[in-house]
């Protein structure tokens, strides 16, 4: 034993970075069995490695780096998880509940920490600051449910954004003013320098971020610049005395917006982080905690049930009341309570900065005991709130099977219904065709992607194919990077259009999504000979794109809409495919139309998509669509609700279209969208009745055409 102790600690880099990989392995996999939450293991993993555990490894400067960095890195996710939308269009409940929920334990716990702990009035404040603030670590049971979007949780989360914000900001005021002359002239100057931080941070980060996004697709490149910007954020806001965690979490409030949840660069921001950095700074969290203090006596048993008990109490009681004067019921109060009395990563990350703050020289404002029992207390709170959470989500979801089963069936079948089929052929465009499939699919369906390659069979079918294969072998790593799974295919057809309907009725899709046939000259056969086999040959959703710059710096959505095109068959599944494009780009959407399709669009999007900025036009014929043009800027996508011929939808207004497009709307990000109609795929036989193809225009539109040139002349 001795001879092995005579190892320890371990000082060789090569030899803490393996002992620190592998607790980032194994942690999961044993809290997993125990039920308790990652986060804990992390931590519990750090005490028994540390200095005052088994001391495995000493805490050097690869702690002191990472460690900061993760912690920077939790509070950036914050900001960039957060739903801004869903707190805006319900501001009344979200501002009245997340002010509850942050004001009632704060000052419990402060008077609490003074009067029966015996602390400062600076240390009992940031103590309530801890407690006021909560991470949604129950939320996973929520998606396993599937209640996102019911009103309790809708509550809860928003008011855990607003609580989390409002300690924030109490703790850069206690941060910046610890130490110096808090008189009104230093009050003063540091609203007007935060103030300053700020604005400048609103206005020059979206400048950048757009202008960045838009010229440069290299994953790596935009991976490093939203780093930079975390850091320079962070860096700034120490340089006015605010604490660096306070711009992290602003910059990732700001980036919200040109970061869209499902694209493959939040999910390498979030694997990165989850991976290496946030783990680095809970192990070393972990080994900053002396176990032996827990045996000193009861004052430390006494510390922990204190600020367990009156945080818990005071989340409980802000949430009881506000079911209360929402008029919720009992389950959803204790869903309320369940969703909001957690404290993990957000909780620590404060007690840190307390952990930095100089009382006197040598003496810190967060000593040993306060933060043993703020580790102890996320602990306790995150076991009350798995269970509470689960508790209430069993109660609602049994209180509306009746509902439920009798309304969603049909919805379920709908949902079901869903298998992308991707057309590539340009490697410029490929890349901007996956991101929008992304947008656009089911998350909770977790379907794969199917992309296709048809080349054109001929003496050079060998070469075209190879350069295929390497475009899909491309695509599908951008795929893995987003975790989404792509089957790939390269097909030889002497005929595209063919290929890519025997593709779609072998692979059972629902719709195609393909870029844009673009032609240099104006001519009555727009949509070329390929796509109008296509579209008259599938009576499946065709979505046909033109990108002007990446989706993710789109602001707008605009769409055009035809009369009676609610009476498709295809009609929500555009819409849906819409609606989920525009939640993810955080983007408003705009509709024009008529009133009874746009009263149907509305409806739809209250109940489905809540949290969606729409607006509604009215456009009374489809000849405005020319006018339209003038408000289309270069972040606005254009969108086009078009029909085939013979359907309730089309009129012949749509025979101007490829005219009005190439006149109009030049250089505008377009799509071009063809529902689902009635009818089934052909079949590959030829019967006198239903001829394999169809012209776009007929012989008596061509002798029209011909009649009216020559009256004209």
């Not at 029992?373 to 269970?387: A, D, E, F, K």
Request: charged content about 15%; proline content about 3%; glycine content about 6%.
């Amino acid at each position: 034993m001795l001879i092995l102790t005579s190892y320890f600690p371990i000082t060789s880099p090569t030899l803490i970075f393996f002992v620190v990989l592998l607790i980032i392995l194994l942690a999961p996999i044993i809290m997993g069995k125990l039920r308790i939450p990652h986060i804990i293991g992390m931590v519990l993993a750090g005490v028994v490695i540390g200095e005052h555990g088994l001391n495995i490894l000493s805490r050097d400067s690869s702690f002191e780096l990472f460690g900061k960095v993760g912690l920077l890195y939790i509070m950036f996710l914050a900001g960039l998880e957060m739903d801004l939308e869903s707190v805006k269009k319900n501001s009344k409940r979200f501002l009245l509940f997340g002010l509850l929920t942050c004001l009632v334990p704060l000052l419990l716990t402060f008077f609490m920490a003074m009067w029966l702990l015996d602390y400062s009035q600076t240390a009992s404040f940031l103590l309530g600051c801890i407690m006021a603030s909560n991470t949604l670590i129950a939320y996973p049971i929520i998606s396993r449910y599937g209640l996102q979007r019911h009103s309790s949780v809708m509550l809860s989360v928003g008011s855990s954004m607003l609580s989390l914000f409002l300690a924030l900001m109490m703790l850069a005021a206690l941060s910046a003013s610890y130490g110096e002359d808090a008189g009104i002239g230093f009050w003063i100057l540091f609203i007007l320098k935060f103030a300053l931080f700020c604005m400048g941070s609103i206005v020059l980060i979206p400048k950048l971020a757009r202008y960045f996004l838009r010229r440069y697709s290299d994953a790596v490149m935009q991976f490093i610049f939203v780093l930079s910007v975390m850091f320079l954020s962070a860096a700034l806001s120490e340089a006015i005395g605010v604490e660096g965690i306070v711009g992290a979490f602003i910059a990732g409030l700001i980036l919200n917006r040109y970061i869209p949840h499902v694209s493959p660069l939040m999910n390498r921001i979030e694997f990165t982080g989850n991976a290496i950095f946030i783990p680095y700074f809970l192990i070393g969290v972990g080994m900053l905690i002396n176990v032996g203090t827990l045996f000193e006596g009861w004052r430390m048993l006494f510390v922990v049930v204190l600020i367990a008990f009156f945080g818990t109490f005071g989340k409980a009681l802000a949430a009881y009341i506000s079911s209360i004067l929402f008029r919720l019921s009992k389950a959803e109060g204790h869903m309320m309570f369940g969703l909001t009395c957690a404290h993990a990563a957000g909780a620590i990350a404060m007690v840190m900065v307390g952990m930095r703050l100089e009382v006197s020289p040598g003496v810190f404002l967060v000593n040993n005991e306060m933060l043993n029992g703020v580790v102890i207390m996320i602990l306790i709170t995150c076991i009350i709130s798995t269970m509470i959470t689960q508790k209430a989500a069993q109660d609602i979801i049994l209180s509306t099977q009746s509902r439920t089963i009798s309304g969603t069936s049909a919805d379920i079948h709908k949902a079901n219904d869903e298998k992308i089929l991707l057309c590539v052929k340009y490697p410029e465009i490929a890349p901007q065709l996956l991101e929008l499939a992304i947008m656009m699919r089911n998350q909770k369906l977790n379907r794969g992607l199917i992309a296709l390659n048809v080349v054109y069979d001929d003496n050079n079918a060998a070469t075209h194919r190879e350069q295929g294969l390497r475009l899909l072998e491309r695509l599908q790593q951008r795929a893995s990077a987003a975790d989404i799974q792509m089957q790939t295919q390269v097909r030889l057809a002497t005929n595209i259009a063919n290929g890519i309907k025997h593709a779609f009725r072998e692979f059972g899709c629902s719709e195609i999504i393909m870029g844009m046939h673009v032609h240099t000259d104006v001519n009555p056969k727009f949509w070329g000979e390929f796509l109008q086999s296509l579209y008259n040959g599938l009576n499946r959703q065709i979505v046909l794109t033109r990108f002007v710059q990446p989706l993710n710096t789109l602001r707008r959505i605009q769409v055009a809409v035809p009369s009676r095109a609610e009476f498709e068959p295809g009609f929500h599944r555009w819409l849906e495919r819409l609606a989920r494009m525009a939640g993810n780009l955080d983007c408003r959407i705009q509709f024009h139309g008529r009133n009874e399709s746009l009263e149907l669009i509305r409806e739809y999007i209250n109940n489905h998509h809540p949290s969606v900025r729409a607006e509604y036009t009215f456009m009374a014929h489809w000849n405005e669509l020319p006018r339209l043009a003038e408000n289309i800027r270069e972040d606005h996508m254009f969108v086009v609700i078009t029909a085939r011929k013979g359907t309730i939808s089309y009129k012949t207004a749509l025979e101007r279209l490829p005219k009005e497009l190439m006149q109009h709307f030049a250089g505008k990000n377009l799509m071009i969208l063809f529902p689902d109609q009635h009818g089934s795929q052909k079949e590959e036989s030829m019967t006198f009745t239903a001829a394999q193809h169809e012209e776009e225009s007929s012989i008596y539109d061509t002798i029209s055409r011909w009649i009216n040139k020559n009256r004209s002349h």
